[in-house]
């Protein structure tokens, strides 16, 4: 039985790291790629309680015939619609991305949609793979609103590879025990290696950016720099000195070594 | 020097659930109420990275002259625009709730805007809690929609007790050590018992109820039925039979007991 695939991502689902999940994985089974149909980054793993969610299927490449569904949602809204309606059960492997801008840091894990997504995913069961592409904001945001002339510049290359060594990996031996989601994040010049990470605390030191608009009311940009560097062992660290980064997540948040202590706390004081 | 103490919620800043804790809080330093205008369930930690946010100050109550800031944006957004415009600090304290509703299980904290608000307080390094009582569909919607009228209704007084003695506990002695956020459930019956709890896994089994727009298009609404109950240790087990559950949370979704592992795995396969 051939085995069920699903892309997704949070770029939008003409993102070129689209294209490129495609590539690494189109020989490995039945690819199914659904996602929102716009860029939707820094929604976490948002899902659409207000609001009905609608789905157009898209052609993504009229060459190799590759087509998508749009998801008028988010990240992890697509990841649902593609395992009730789309493809009508839990794919085998979700992979998420590729991203184009890197998910390094707690702050990232948790706002990211490209990790949320995974997250959604995990949770139903699949096994799952978020995998981000580390470039300069600027290249960042000229993919998204001109991706049809961009697709082809950006190197890819590297990427491809990755995923399709771990896809395979993992579908002939399984998800590593403990483990919900792995967050591959690929260096923009890489040094030859591969290190397993655990996540930074931060990436960026927020600020606001206070502007007034034509008729002189004030409001703001969220903003931000990124921290100077971090210690060794982390993400941040490793990717910037070019390492290709494996963090295994868990989508559970328990702070299970302090449960104990807080209960003691607690009851301490009490 | 008096401590500063941040309200923040996912309901809107017009639900009643603010106004419950500030009640709670009123007396133990200076409080700043900022919120999301209208209700942004849902939403997780997400941050607007495309659009800009606009702030409009407000008044909650104009018999005790309860002030607060209506921020056209997420929960976590609220949290940075406070600390960064409004207090112009870190506040000694950040409160996330009294929301109209459970957050319990791993999907519940990786999506609820009120553990999102909490996670982005946390990060910036104030003492943190995320509060929910639990109710009913039917009356959290209600609320949202009428919340003047009902305002009255709902009663808020465990959860105005224990967070009162929670915070008192917190500013006196501090954080317990290694967590993030104290994600605290107060149920509608209490049993006169407090459990410390890790997360259950899941909470919901998910569903999607497929509808046609009056044009006949095919629309869809994210929904789900609640699991049936889970293990005893989690909070979803303990909040179900009557207790208050206090878990301690972490920001650091590295599964750091299975990365040794994982490399083990990965080296021995490639």
Same mark, same amino acid.
């Given at each position: 039985m051939k085995r069920k695939i699903l892309?997704?991502?949070d770029d939008g689902i003409y993102s070129s790291g689209i294209i490129a999940s495609y590539q690494a994985l189109k020989d490995m089974g039945e690819i199914y790629i659904v996602a929102p149909a716009v860029q939707r980054s820094g929604v976490g793993r948002s899902i659409s309680l207000m609001e009905p969610v609608r789905v157009s299927e898209v052609v993504l490449n009229t060459e190799d015939r590759i087509r998508g569904y749009a998801v008028d949602g988010t990240p992890?809204?697509?990841?649902l619609i593609a395992v009730h309606e789309i493809?009508?059960?839990v794919p085998d492997l979700v992979v998420s991305g590729i991203n184009l801008g890197e998910n390094v840091s707690t702050e990232a894990v948790l706002t990211s949609g490209t990790v949320g997504a995974a997250f959604? $995913?995990?949770t139903h069961g699949s096994m799952t793979v978020a995998i981000s592409l580390e470039v300069s904001m600027k290249d960042k945001f000229a993919d998204m609103f001109d991706f049809m002339?961009? $697709?082809g510049e950006m190197d890819y290359s590297l990427c491809i590879d990755v995923l399709r060594n771990l896809a395979k990996i993992l579908l002939e031996r399984g998800f590593p025990v403990g483990v919900d989601v792995l967050n591959v994040n690929i260096p923009s010049k890489w040094n030859g290696k591969v290190a397993f990470t655990r996540l930074a605390k931060r990436l960026y030191l927020t600020r606001i950016d206070t502007r007034k608009d034509p008729r002189g009311r004030i409001y703001y940009w969220l903003d931000g720099d990124e921290?100077?560097?971090?210690e060794e062992g982390t993400d941040l660290h490793a990717l910037r000195r070019g390492y290709i980064s494996i963090t295994p997540l868990s989508l559970d948040n328990t702070s299970k070594e302090s449960l104990e202590s807080v209960k003691?706390?607690?009851y301490e004081i009490c």
């Amino acid at each position: 039985m051939k085995r069920k695939i699903l892309i997704t991502n949070d770029d939008g689902i003409y993102s070129s790291g689209i294209i490129a999940s495609y590539q690494a994985l189109k020989d490995m089974g039945e690819i199914y790629i659904v996602a929102p149909a716009v860029q939707r980054s820094g929604v976490g793993r948002s899902i659409s309680l207000m609001e009905p969610v609608r789905v157009s299927e898209v052609v993504l490449n009229t060459e190799d015939r590759i087509r998508g569904y749009a998801v008028d949602g988010t990240p992890a809204d697509s990841v649902l619609i593609a395992v009730h309606e789309i493809i009508g059960e839990v794919p085998d492997l979700v992979v998420s991305g590729i991203n184009l801008g890197e998910n390094v840091s707690t702050e990232a894990v948790l706002t990211s949609g490209t990790v949320g997504a995974a997250f959604e $995913a995990a949770t139903h069961g699949s096994m799952t793979v978020a995998i981000s592409l580390e470039v300069s904001m600027k290249d960042k945001f000229a993919d998204m609103f001109d991706f049809m002339n961009r $697709a082809g510049e950006m190197d890819y290359s590297l990427c491809i590879d990755v995923l399709r060594n771990l896809a395979k990996i993992l579908l002939e031996r399984g998800f590593p025990v403990g483990v919900d989601v792995l967050n591959v994040n690929i260096p923009s010049k890489w040094n030859g290696k591969v290190a397993f990470t655990r996540l930074a605390k931060r990436l960026y030191l927020t600020r606001i950016d206070t502007r007034k608009d034509p008729r002189g009311r004030i409001y703001y940009w969220l903003d931000g720099d990124e921290v100077e560097d971090d210690e060794e062992g982390t993400d941040l660290h490793a990717l910037r000195r070019g390492y290709i980064s494996i963090t295994p997540l868990s989508l559970d948040n328990t702070s299970k070594e302090s449960l104990e202590s807080v209960k003691r706390w607690f009851y301490e004081i009490c």
